[in-house]
């Protein structure tokens, strides 16, 4: 009896095992399927669009024209802002020329410098008015905010001559 009492647990533990055991089977594939299922469903898919198609396609047409127009208005004024600095660059390239221009005038002819600067109103035979002052030939002018001297050398009926930084000058009535 008790043979056949471990030999019916036996069995039916064998038996249970076995059911139970097959069913585990079946449920971990089932759950494997689904896993499947839902790992297809979201699977990344390789689309194609016809060649023709030069935009995003996942845009609409406005979209796309916004975007083009905004992209364009950004390169008008990025173009627009290098032309200014060119401009810029150039005026101050220029303006730096006159500059050496001018002091290397003014080294090789230094009576520029003040030959402007000097009104002649009058002449009075060996005298000369010159900016409201009466100087005869052999005096020194002296102007504001110039410490060289300039000279009278002499006066004729239609021109002074002047001496200024060793270089002689005419300047002429008018």
Same mark, same amino acid.
């Given at each position: 009896m008790?043979? #056949?009492?471990?030999?019916?647990?036996?069995?039916?533990?064998?038996?249970?095992?076995?059911v139970?055991?097959?069913?585990?089977?079946?449920?971990?594939?089932?759950?494997?399927? &689904?896993?499947?299922? !839902? #790992?297809? *469903?979201?699977?990344?898919?390789?689309?194609?669009?016809? $060649?023709?198609?030069?935009? $995003?396609?996942?845009?609409?047409? $406005?979209?796309?024209?916004?975007?083009?127009?905004?992209?364009?208005?950004?390169?008008?004024a990025?173009?627009?802002?290098?032309?200014?600095? *060119?401009?810029?660059?150039?005026?101050?390239? *220029?303006?730096?020329?006159?500059?050496?221009?001018?002091?290397?005038?003014?080294?090789?002819?230094?009576?520029?410098? +003040?030959?402007?600067?000097?009104?002649?109103?009058?002449?009075?035979?060996?005298? +000369?008015?010159? /900016?409201?002052k009466?100087?005869?030939?052999? $005096?020194?002018?002296?102007?504001?905010? /110039? !410490?060289?001297?300039? &000279?009278?050398?002499?006066?004729?009926?239609?021109?002074?001559?002047?001496q200024?930084?060793?270089?002689?000058?005419?300047k002429i009535?008018?």
């Amino acid at each position: 009896m008790k043979i #056949l009492r471990i030999f019916t647990i036996l069995t039916l533990t064998f038996f249970i095992f076995s059911v139970f055991g097959h069913t585990q089977t079946i449920n971990r594939e089932a759950v494997a399927a &689904k896993k499947n299922e !839902k #790992l297809e *469903q979201f699977a990344i898919r390789k689309v194609s669009f016809p $060649d023709n198609i030069k935009r $995003d396609p996942t845009m609409s047409k $406005d979209e796309t024209d916004n975007i083009e127009a905004e992209r364009l208005k950004r390169k008008q004024a990025e173009e627009a802002r290098i032309k200014k600095i *060119q401009a810029e660059k150039l005026a101050k390239e *220029q303006a730096e020329e006159k500059k050496r221009r001018l002091a290397e005038e003014l080294r090789l002819n230094p009576s520029k410098e +003040v030959s402007y600067r000097i009104k002649i109103q009058g002449v009075i035979g060996n005298e +000369v008015i010159l /900016n409201g002052k009466i100087y005869s030939v052999g $005096d020194t002018l002296y102007l504001s905010g /110039n !410490k060289n001297p300039i &000279k009278i050398l002499s006066v004729g009926e239609s021109y002074v001559r002047f001496q200024y930084k060793g270089q002689k000058f005419n300047k002429i009535i008018k």
